[in-house]
């Protein structure tokens, strides 16, 4: 149940959220066995000034295959914070 439950707010978040991308998959799993591949990413930078800005950019991917079928459910999002 608990699996259902992460599956369905993460596909939530994506109708939600709105944007475009153009995402290589290929490169973000970087095996191709039977099974589930998990890909994750976190980066950030911070810049002060007259104005400090934080940035954070963040993905989680799975992929799931079984004989020639994948399943791919990919997200991500970006933070900006500005004082």
Avoid: P
């Avoid at 993460?10 to 998959?25: A, R, Y």
């Avoid at 973000?28 to 007259?50: H, K, M, P, R, V």
Wanted: aromatic share 8%; charged share 20%; net charge negative.
């Amino acid at each position: 149940m608990k699996n259902i439950t992460v599956v369905f707010t993460l596909l939530l978040h994506c109708l939600v959220s709105s944007g475009q991308s153009i995402v290589n998959t290929e490169k973000l799993f970087t095996t191709n066995d039977e099974g589930l591949g998990i890909s994750s990413e976190l980066a950030g930078s911070s810049i002060s000034g007259n104005a400090s800005v934080l940035l954070l950019e963040y993905g989680l991917n799975f992929s799931y295959k079984k004989d020639k079928h994948y399943l791919r459910l990919l997200s991500g999002g970006e933070y900006i914070n500005e004082d």
